[in-house]
């Protein structure tokens, strides 16, 4: 079974502090993305990743950078952390090939509460 | 514009029953991928079922069925048999290249 790890469930960070969310895949994944879930505004993507050291912008990305510089880590990093940050984080990773019938693998999510 | 359209925020289905959830979607590629979620209330997104856009058979995978009309550009997930256990979010979503749509998803409560 494909795992994804998420560094944690639960985080809670201040203002202004530079957060780094961690995830990690060991199905060798070529493709990772980061979303975000707010209520009634269901699930919005950040940032995405085709493969090593590459990265593209989804939907919501102002006030996120993501790094990879390994196949298997996909990070996030809110640079400088403010209350509308508070979210429910989810990192997936699936398959490149066949692109068309390959799944998302999600982690279990972090809760982020930005005081 | 919304790219996967789920019109029932909220669904009661009774025990044992079957019900269908809706989603549609607008694409304007010729391949492309359906997929639907469920997410419990632990937070957990778990996929259930996956249909490509070449696929002519519907997709099945144990009491879930997809029902893909791909003229109206629907694929409806249908749950059989429904279990207390099903009560969840459900999300469809669609991928396109390599990008991933979801829809707003559909709350499932199922009644003893």
């Known amino acids: 079974d494909v795992k994804v790890t998420q560094s944690s469930r639960y985080l809670v960070k201040r203002t202004g502090e530079k957060v780094f969310l961690e995830c990690v895949q060991d199905?060798?994944?070529?493709?990772m993305f980061w979303y975000r879930q707010d209520p009634g505004l269901g699930l919005r993507l950040i940032y995405f990743s085709y493969d090593v050291k590459m990265k593209e912008k989804g939907d919501i990305p102002e006030g996120y950078s993501v790094s990879r510089e390994k196949k298997e880590r996909f990070s996030l990093i809110l640079e400088s952390a403010s209350t509308n940050q508070t979210s429910m984080y989810l990192c997936a990773s699936s398959l490149a090939a066949q692109w068309e019938v390959q799944p998302q693998h999600f982690g279990d999510g972090t809760r982020l509460s930005i005081l | 514009a919304q790219k996967i359209t789920q019109t029932q925020p909220g669904m009661f289905v009774q025990e044992k029953e079957a019900v269908t959830l809706d989603c549609t979607y607008d694409t304007s590629d010729q391949s492309y991928g359906l997929f639907w979620y469920k997410q419990p209330s632990s937070g957990e997104m778990i996929f259930l079922i996956y249909?490509?856009?070449?696929?002519?058979q519907n997709a099945t995978e144990g009491r879930y069925s997809l029902n893909f009309q791909k003229a109206r550009k629907s694929a409806n997930l249908v749950i059989s048999a429904s279990q207390l256990g099903d009560s969840a979010m459900y999300f469809c979503a669609m991928r396109e290249l390599q990008n991933f749509v979801f829809g707003p998803g559909t709350r499932l409560s199922v009644l003893p």
């Open positions: 249909q490509g856009s070449y696929d002519e």
């Open positions: 199905m060798d994944h070529e493709n």
